[in-house]
């Protein structure tokens, strides 16, 4: 059992924080981000020897952490919001993404900013990509050139800084 939890907590700190980056970037906000994962992470603990046999555990995280968001989601769409109290505020985006690239992601439709979360801020390769979406590798293909496309467009090169140049090349 102490082997496992040494594992874990290994995958734990090597994983944070390109897991919240992936996170952020699909949702927009670090502070839903950080909750998701959160729970992710403590259902990755609960199943962590079928996780840690996963071709790729972080995408696993990921997926849990956005499946729990569409989750919330549906259990309150039917609620009213309270004018824009729910707006997450510009501070609150970060998680290490630059404020430009994370508002250039939001106008992504959803599949293309979670094909670029795991293609991009996960490392993931197209084969893996794809399985864990669902999707063909050809899907993932066409998402991920229209996204890095639109963000060429929306993000000029005089308004990238160095992290933000990096992630759409």
Same mark, same amino acid.
């Given at each position: ?32 981000a ?21 071709? #790729?555990?972080?995408?696993?995280? %990921?997926?849990? $952490? +956005? ?8 259990? *309150?769409? !039917? @609620? ?8 997450a505020?510009? #501070?609150?985006?970060?998680?290490? %993404?630059?404020? $430009? +690239? ?8 959803? *599949?293309? !900013? @979670? ?16 399985? %864990? ?12 050139? *229209?996204a ?13 800084n160095?992290?933000?140049?990096? %992630?759409?090349?």
């Amino acid at each position: 059992m102490r082997h496992e939890q040494d594992e874990f907590a290994d995958f734990y700190r090597a994983s944070r924080d390109s897991c919240l980056k992936a996170v952020t970037a699909v949702t927009g906000d670090r502070q839903v981000a950080e909750e998701l994962l959160a729970e992710a992470f403590t259902r990755a603990w609960m199943s962590w020897g079928k996780v840690r046999r996963h071709a #790729a555990p972080r995408a696993w995280v %990921v997926r849990t $952490a +956005l499946n729990l968001g569409v989750s919330w989601w549906r259990r *309150r769409r !039917r @609620e009213v919001p309270l004018a824009d109290h729910d707006a997450a505020a510009p #501070a609150a985006l970060g998680g290490g %993404v630059d404020p $430009a +690239l994370l508002a250039a992601l939001r106008r992504l439709p959803a *599949r293309q !900013r @979670e094909v670029l979360a795991l293609r991009i801020f996960l490392d993931l390769d197209t084969e893996t990509t794809a399985k %864990v979406i669902g999707i063909a590798p050809g899907t993932v293909m066409a998402h991920l050139s *229209r996204a890095m496309a639109a963000l060429r467009r929306d993000l000029p090169p005089a308004k990238t800084n160095t992290s933000t140049t990096e %992630v759409i090349r």
